[in-house]
């Protein structure tokens, strides 16, 4: 899966003037060290926030990425100040890349099954006071950040040990890379077309495999296909597919 890679280098570049904490991951934490999860039922309300990430106004962005690259391994990149560094709303941003088994796409309904499986996960974790607004229409991703939970240590790496243990939870992931940025002078709306891009990616593999024998010429996403390499071809071949 190459369809990300120039994404995933442009989101990497503007990263690059800004200094890095590296958090390298090893095997994979026991659910009893991990940072405890939230009952989704709950909700973190103003009065016990201490902050917000992305709030009001200030940018609140995040994306999901997809390679085969070699090179991604589980790690948490931390870019800005980290959590308890943090003493008033300010911008955030997250960039999740994956590494998938590349057999993953060899079916076209294990495709489809996979990629939407793999796309969702970002809904189901809940770090105890950290709570995501996740607004995927409006592709904003403001957190809120519990008072007593950062008395308690919570902290970027123990958030991103979180998404590392849920995206473990499918067999086809070999390895992840989580960035958190709160740096000030990032350039944040410009990953944000970056990672619009890469929701519109998803989006057109999802029909893609969904349903192959789509007629181009009609198709909203039609754009897409045209201006991201390999996505034609990709089409092509899950209609050949089908067909035979």
């Excluded at 088994?101 to 495709?111: I, M, V």
């Excluded at 793999?118 to 409006?138: N, Q």
């Excluded at 998404?163 to 944000?192: C, D, K, N, S």
């Excluded at 057109?204 to 034609?232: Q, T, Y």
């Amino acid at each position: 899966m190459e369809l990300y890679d120039g994404l995933i280098a442009r989101c990497e570049s503007m990263l690059a003037p800004f200094s890095r904490r590296r958090i390298r991951v090893g095997a994979e934490a026991d659910g009893d060290v991990l940072w405890p999860e939230a009952e989704e039922s709950r909700i973190l309300f103003r009065r016990d926030t201490a902050y917000e990430l992305g709030g009001g106004n200030l940018p609140a962005y995040s994306g999901v990425s997809f390679t085969s690259d070699g090179a991604v391994e589980d790690e948490i990149v931390v870019c800005g100040p980290d959590l308890g560094q943090i003493e008033e709303d300010c911008p955030y941003a997250r960039l999740t890349i994956l590494r998938v088994d590349e057999g993953a796409w060899q079916d076209r309904e294990q495709a489809y099954r996979v990629l939407r499986r793999l796309d969702y996960t970002r809904y189901h974790v809940r770090p105890e006071g950290f709570m995501l607004r996740i607004s995927a229409a409006a592709h904003r991703e403001p957190v809120r950040v519990g008072a007593s939970a950062l008395q308690a240590g919570l902290d970027f790496e123990r958030v991103g040990r979180r998404f590392l243990h849920a995206y473990h939870g499918h067999p086809e992931v070999l390895g992840a890379r989580v960035y958190f940025i709160t740096e000030p002078a990032f350039p944040y709306e410009e990953f944000g077309e970056a990672v619009r891009r890469m929701d519109d990616v998803t989006e057109s593999l999802h029909e893609i495999f969904r349903n192959p024998v789509m007629d181009c010429a009609a198709c909203r996403l039609k754009p897409v296909c045209d201006e991201v390499e390999g996505l034609r071809k990709l089409h092509f071949a899950a209609r050949r597919m089908e067909r035979s």
